[in-house]
C-alpha cells in the first residue's frame, strides 16, 4: 500500500489539532500546560495505572538498568587498590572515587569534578533531551524497572490494578496489597543501606550489621527514617518526585533548541488524528485529510508521567521511550511505517533537516574540555602528601644559652596514597636546625599525622619584620612538597645600635 502524502500542518503547530478525547479524561489541547497530568481540576491526585510496555526500546533500557542496578548495588564492595570504587564520608571528610582517596585538602579537584559532571548532563541535554531522567537517574530505574515490575508482578497490567483499586477490600486483595508493600519496604530498607554504605563504607556498614543493634539505637532510627522516605517516593509518590521535587525538569527548557534530540510526535504525519474504520484504507484517510495516527490513545496508557506526547515537548517528559514502543507495535498492526513517535528534533520533523553539531553544544564542549583538561592537571600534580606547618598556639620564641633563637610548630600531614611514607623535613633557605618532637616520623596510609617540630636559627639570619621559612618534605630523599612558614625573633631595635 502506498504511503500517502504527508497531510499539512495544522496552524498551531507543532501542538496537534484536537481529537475526540474525552474531556473527562484529558485536558483541552490547547491549554495543556496550564495543567497536571496527575491532577484533576479540584487539584486532586489522578494516579496513575501505566500500562506495560515491550518494544526494542524498552529491552535496551532494561539492558541498560539491570547494568546500572548492579553497579549501584556492588559498587560499596568493589575495592581498587584497597579503595572503594565510590565513597563520599562527610563525617570522616574523607572521599574516595574510582579508588583515588581524597582529603579536604583536595576540595578544588572535588569541586571540578562536580563541575564537569554537570557539564557533561548540560551538554548532554542540549543535544539528546532528558534522556538522563528516562535511562540512567536512579530514581526512574528504581522506579519502573525494579517497584514497578514487582507491581505489575502481584496486582497485574494497569486495568488490573485499576479494578483491584476500586474492587471492596477482601482477603485476597488485602493480602496482595499487604504483600507488594512488605516488598516495597524492605527494598527501600536495602537501598537505604546501600546508600549509607557509600557514605561510610562497606566494611563499617558489614560491622554495625553483625553488631548488637541497642549499640547503634540513633543510627538505626535514623535508616528506618530514610527506609520511609524511599518507600514513600516509590510507593507513592512516584512520578511526582520528577515533576514536584527534582529541579532538572524546570531548568531543561533552558537548554533545549530546536536541534534537541527528542521523544516527538510526527504531526506532520500523523495529523489529522481520527479512529481508523473497518475497512478504511490510507488512501482513503488521506483524502479525507486524516494523518497516520489512529488516536489508539497507546501512547498516554504506557506513558509513567501521564502525559500526551501528541502535544509537544513537555516538561513532564523524561524521555523514556515507552512512547515510541507503543506507537511502533501499532504502527506493525496496520502496516504502516514506524517512527510516529520517535527520537527526532523539532527541525527534523518540520524541515526534515538532520540533526547537526550546533555552536552552544561547541561552547559546551570546550567548557567540558577545558574543566576535564584542569581536573587532569591537578590530579598528576597532586602532591602525596599534605602538610600544614604552624605556630603552636600561644607559643613564643625561646633563646638558649648560647644565643640561638627556636620557635616551636605544630604540623599536620595527610598521606594520600595507599602505602605509608617515612617523612623527613629540611630547611631550604636558611642554615639551622629542624627537628621532629617525636622522632622518626612515618605516616601510615590514608591518614593523618600530627607532632611538633622545634627549629632553631642563628640571630644573625632574622629579619625585622619575620623570617620567611622554606621547609622541604621528603621521603627516601626525594622532594615530595614545599611548605613555607614565618619564623619569629627578637625585634631588631636600631636605635640601640646607634647610641
Not at 1 to 22: E, L, V
Not at 372 to 398: H, K, M
Request: charged letters at 20%.
Amino acid at each position: 500500500m502506498p504511503t500517502p502524502p504527508p497531510t499539512p500542518t495544522p496552524p498551531s503547530a507543532p501542538a496537534p489539532a484536537p481529537d475526540s478525547r474525552s474531556a473527562a479524561q484529558d485536558v483541552n489541547w490547547e491549554d495543556f500546560r496550564d495543567h497536571l497530568a496527575t491532577a484533576d481540576k479540584d487539584g486532586h491526585r489522578r494516579w496513575l495505572y501505566p500500562k506495560r510496555v515491550t518494544g526494542r526500546w524498552y529491552r535496551w533500557r532494561t539492558w541498560m538498568s539491570w547494568l546500572l542496578l548492579a553497579v549501584m548495588f556492588i559498587g560499596p564492595f568493589i575495592r581498587i587498590h584497597g579503595n572503594p570504587l565510590l565513597m563520599i564520608n562527610i563525617v570522616d571528610r574523607r572521599f574516595s572515587i574510582l579508588g583515588q582517596i581524597f582529603w579536604p585538602q583536595d576540595i578544588v579537584m572535588f569541586a571540578v569534578a562536580m563541575l564537569i559532571f554537570l557539564t557533561g548532563i548540560v551538554i548532554f541535554t542540549t543535544a539528546f533531551g532528558r534522556l538522563w531522567c528516562g535511562w540512567t537517574c536512579p530514581q526512574t530505574v528504581l522506579m519502573e524497572m525494579v517497584f514497578r515490575k514487582i507491581e505489575y508482578a502481584i496486582e497485574g497490567d494497569a486495568a488490573e490494578q485499576r479494578a483491584l483499586d476500586a474492587a471492596p477490600w477482601t482477603p485476597r486483595k488485602a493480602a496482595k496489597k499487604f504483600g507488594k508493600h512488605a516488598v516495597f519496604f524492605g527494598l527501600s530498607f536495602i537501598i537505604g543501606n546501600t546508600l549509607l554504605s557509600y557514605i561510610i563504607g562497606s566494611d563499617q556498614l558489614l560491622r554495625i550489621i553483625r553488631d548488637d543493634p541497642r549499640q547503634h539505637v540513633v543510627g538505626l532510627a535514623f535508616m528506618i527514617l530514610f527506609t520511609l522516605v524511599f518507600y514513600a517516593i516509590f510507593a507513592r509518590f512516584r512520578e511526582q518526585a520528577c515533576t514536584f521535587i527534582c529541579p532538572y525538569g524546570r531548568f531543561q527548557s533552558a537548554m533545549l533548541d530546536e536541534n534537541t534530540m527528542v521523544v516527538a510526535y510526527d504531526n506532520k504525519r500523523g495529523e489529522t488524528r481520527a479512529p481508523l474504520h473497518r475497512g478504511q484504507s490510507f488512501d482513503q484517510r488521506a483524502a479525507a485529510g486524516e494523518g497516520d495516527c489512529i488516536n489508539c490513545r497507546q501512547c498516554v496508557a504506557v506513558c509513567p508521567t501521564g502525559i500526551d506526547i501528541r502535544n509537544g515537548v513537555q516538561m513532564e517528559c523524561v524521555n523514556c521511550t515507552a512512547c515510541i514502543d507503543a506507537c511502533d507495535a501499532v504502527m506493525d498492526k496496520i502496516h504502516r511505517p514506524r517512527g510516529l513517535i520517535r527520537f527526532a528534533s523539532l527541525d527534523n520533523i518540520a524541515r526534515g533537516t538532520k540533526q547537526r553539531f550546533t555552536a552552544r553544544m561547541g561552547i559546551y564542549s570546550a567548557v567540558l574540555l577545558g574543566l576535564i583538561t584542569l581536573f587532569l592537571v591537578l590530579v598528576f600534580t597532586r602532591s602525596a602528601v599534605e602538610t600544614t606547618l604552624l605556630r603552636a598556639p600561644g607559643s613564643l620564641f625561646q633563646t638558649s644559652a648560647d644565643g640561638r633563637i627556636s620557635n616551636l610548630y605544630t604540623m599536620k600531614i595527610v598521606n594520600k596514597t595507599a602505602h605509608d611514607i617515612p617523612v623527613e623535613l629540611k630547611l631550604l633557605n636558611h642554615p639551622g636546625t629542624l627537628k621532629l618532637m617525636g622522632g622518626d616520623l612515618v605516616v601510615e596510609k590514608e591518614k593523618l599525622a600530627q607532632t611538633s617540630v622545634l627549629i632553631d636559627l642563628d640571630p644573625a639570619s632574622l629579619h625585622a619584620s619575620g623570617t620567611k621559612l622554606k621547609i622541604g618534605v621528603f621521603s627516601h630523599g626525594r622532594l615530595l612538597e614545599t611548605i613555607s612558614t614565618v619564623f619569629a625573633g627578637p625585634r631588631h631595635d636600631s636605635s640601640s645600635e646607634t647610641k
